[in-house]
Nanobody
């Protein structure tokens, strides 16, 4: 099993920044890709950004140029730096880890006020 614990969510004004963290523990050797997804009220969960074990990244078009994903393999932590936040970024953000199966954190709420 893999456990994921997110932190760093909160309330921020439009144009502001937040940094999300996700710490992985357990059978981390099973993990290859890690990333962030989000789910806004009334909408489906969507991919925000992912990073492979080799460091390859992929972003949703809506966050390109504003968000940056990074990974510290020594501490098994993945980060999401979110800049120039917009009200439409408001959502619960979930950490994801992919190995033999998908693992999910409980989520952290990000609220961007206009």
């Amino acid at each position: 099993q893999v456990q994921l614990v997110e932190s760093g969510g909160g309330l921020v004004q439009a144009g502001g920044s937040l940094r999300l963290s996700c710490a992985a523990s357990g059978n981390i050797f099973r993990i290859n890709r890690m990333g962030w997804y989000r789910q806004a009220p009334g909408k489906q969960r969507e991919l925000v950004a992912v990073i492979s074990g080799g460091g390859t990244t992929n972003y949703a078009d809506s966050v390109k140029g504003r968000f940056s994903i990074s990974r510290n393999s020594a501490t098994n932590t993945v980060y999401l730096q979110m800049d120039t936040l917009k009200p439409e970024d408001t959502a619960v953000y979930y950490c994801n880890a992919e190995g033999r199966t998908a693992y999910w954190g409980k989520g952290t709420l990000v609220t961007v006020s206009s």
